[in-house]
């Protein structure tokens, strides 16, 4: 198993341009969400999917920032515009439904916007 | 509102000395808790994880974590440190069907 997969490992964009982070969960997992970790907010719950469709984007930031899941094994988080207070470590995670298994992290897309 | 708190920001250790990281939760009923650990540049690994039955959890890498109701806690240990377990720690807690609220971190620095 490959883990849940995240590119771009890193991304350095200028303020304004529209950014694209993709994730690849585990296989046979149905719930995926995506992080954001900084220090001065450590980690949070930007959105939860739950097979494929989204549950909670109580955490996203504003419009700016977009996230989608055509399909149990790709989801997207997009910001459109991006501004530099976005900079941060962007995690995706996936699991089984059951809290009890916690979750799985990918590597994280760190993103820089200058 | 549910809540953790790890006490330490940062934590040196000498290598072969014993760990003890706090972590302390906010949670009105039986909580699900975790320990992750992430290494730099990589993401969180979960190392154990609580939801019943024995309080004295065992965990990869040679950590176990021991769950204290009467004191809301559940500290991550391990008896013998060695110079890869330097990594920042997070501990979270279940507080609903799906979200884990993590704490702030505790950074374990290991000295040789």
């Known amino acids: 198993d490959a883990g849940v997969i995240q590119s771009p490992r890193h991304e350095v964009t200028e303020m304004g341009q529209e950014v694209t982070l993709r994730c690849k969960p585990i296989s046979g997992h149905n719930s995926l969400f995506w992080y954001r970790q900084t220090m001065m907010r450590g980690l949070e719950l930007l959105i939860y999917f739950n097979n494929n469709v989204p549950i909670d984007d109580s955490g996203m930031p504003e419009d700016r920032f977009s996230a989608k899941m055509p399909n149990a094994s790709f989801s997207t988080l997009k910001i459109q515009p991006s501004e530099p207070r976005d900079s941060a470590v962007y995690f995706c995670?996936?699991?089984?439904?059951?809290?009890?298994?916690?979750?799985?992290f990918g590597s994280g897309t760190r993103l820089t916007v200058v | 509102a549910q809540s953790v708190t790890q006490p330490d920001i940062h934590i040196t250790v000498s290598e072969g000395a014993s760990l003890e990281l706090r972590c302390n939760y906010s949670y009105g009923a039986t909580p699900y808790l975790f320990w992750y650990v992430q290494s730099p540049g990589q993401g969180l690994q979960l190392l154990l994880k609580?939801?019943?039955?024995?309080?004295l959890v065992q965990g990869i890498k040679g950590f176990e974590a021991e769950f204290k109701r009467s004191q809301s806690s559940f500290n991550l240990r391990k008896p013998s440190v060695h110079w890869s377990d330097a990594a920042e720690y997070f501990c979270?807690?279940?507080?609903?069907?799906?979200?884990?609220?993590f704490g702030a971190g505790t950074t374990v620095t290991v000295r040789a």
């Open positions: 995670a996936s699991s089984l439904a059951q809290m009890g298994y916690g979750y799985t």
């Open positions: 979270a807690v279940g507080i609903n069907d799906y979200k884990l609220s």
């Open positions: 609580y939801f019943s039955g024995d309080t």
